[in-house]
């Protein structure tokens, strides 16, 4: 037997190769399809409906910011849904590649940035710092080496990580604040609007 | 009873069903079984320009999947990968199971073309998230 596979841009790739019965083969096919296959394909959908959704419901109540960044992040997340779901890719496959990896990124940024908007939480120098980051990352995404794409994506992913810990450390200290007496904007450097409520319904 | 802040997230109706959900989910693949199937591990490997079948005289090498590399130039080539099979033992349907490819791929069997990843001409085949079952046609056997 031969098996011939075409190599592109980025990183090409064959895994374990099965023989074997059909009746045997089909059960495992199908619990990847369904897992991989028709669950990312069901998020793109979802995400892609929610997120023009709420962009429709910022655009009646353009003071309430949090619909343009849930309906933002919706849309970020729905690019790699639609990679993971399909076959065979729309445009040429290293720019749906990088297109997804930035997709990945900005849905960090705009999520963040719904999370803040949710919590009440006000960090425009710590919001302004994260998307310059990402913006310089993912610029550099658009030229980089199939060796250097994925490290500067984890790049991106630490970035992101590090200011959304930022985020559950602010709900820790202002959870722990609400038990005290201490009104939580009199945390110093907490970013936290004088005005701040954390709902734990 | 006013729920203390510290436990609302494991008595919250909504996160605990999405946890179970997400558990599920990953549980799921974990009982895929492959059974009797064998699974192909040592090939032997061609990398070459031309689309066209290589001769079995060609310098193929000794190779153990899986097969992963990082390549920088858009169009650089095909890789071939060969194996023996042994005959089937039953008049069962055979089957070819792939996990993921990208990107992609065709197979012939025998010299017989017997499948591979559809794309429409011109586009790519993406099949690293999506995988490839392919039946083997009981003519294409030796």
């Given at each position: 037997m031969v098996i011939r596979l075409e190599l592109h841009r980025f990183t090409?790739?064959?895994?374990?190769?099965?023989?074997?019965?059909?009746?045997?083969?089909?059960?495992?096919?199908?619990?990847?399809?369904?897992?991989?296959?028709?669950?990312?394909?069901?998020?793109?959908?979802?995400?892609?409906?929610?997120?023009?959704?709420?962009l429709g419901l910022w655009a009646c109540r353009r003071h309430d910011t949090q619909y343009l960044?849930?309906?933002?992040?919706?849309?970020?997340?729905?690019?790699?849904?639609?990679?993971?779901?399909?076959?065979?890719?729309?445009?040429?496959?290293?720019w749906f590649l990088v297109l997804t990896l930035i997709g990945i990124n900005f849905y960090a940024v705009t999520a963040i940035r719904f999370l803040h908007r949710l919590l009440k939480i006000e960090l425009p120098n710590v919001e302004g710092w994260h998307l310059s980051l990402i913006t310089a990352v993912s610029f550099i995404e658009l030229f980089a080496s199939a060796k250097l794409i994925m490290p500067l994506s984890l790049l991106a992913d630490m970035i992101s990580l590090i200011v959304l810990l930022n985020v559950l450390r602010l709900c820790c200290s202002a959870a722990m604040c609400t038990n005290s007496s201490v009104p939580p904007a009199a945390i110093p450097g907490s970013g936290l609007a004088p005005t701040c409520s954390l709902h734990f319904r | 009873m006013r729920i203390k802040k510290d436990t609302w997230l494991f008595t919250n109706r909504p996160v605990r069903f999405y946890c179970w959900l997400l558990l599920a989910l990953l549980v799921v693949p974990a009982h895929a079984q492959v059974g009797d199937s064998?699974?192909?591990?040592?090939?032997?490997?061609?990398?070459?320009?031309?689309a066209a079948l290589p001769a079995s005289t060609a310098d193929w090498r000794p190779f153990v999947l899986p097969y992963q590399k990082p390549l920088d130039r858009i169009d650089a080539g095909y890789a071939w990968f060969r194996f023996t099979l042994?005959?089937?033992?039953?008049?069962?349907?055979?089957?070819?199971?792939?996990?993921?490819?990208?990107?992609g791929i065709k197979v012939w069997l025998n010299g017989e073309e017997v499948g591979g990843s559809d794309a429409p001409p011109g586009r790519q085949a993406t099949g690293w998230n999506l995988p490839l079952l392919l039946r083997l046609p009981a003519s294409a056997w030796r």
């Open positions: 090409n790739v064959l895994a374990s190769v099965f023989v074997g019965a059909r009746d045997e083969l089909w059960p495992l096919w199908q619990q990847r399809h369904f897992s991989q296959g028709q669950l990312s394909q069901f998020s793109f959908y979802l995400c892609a409906v929610l997120g023009f959704f709420m960044w849930f309906g933002a992040s919706s849309l970020c997340w729905s690019v790699p849904m639609l990679y993971m779901a399909v076959s065979y890719a729309p445009i040429r496959h290293d | 064998t699974a192909i591990r040592r090939v032997e490997l061609l990398e070459t320009t031309e042994p005959s089937p033992d039953s008049d069962e349907m055979q089957s070819l199971y792939i996990n993921n490819h990208l990107y």
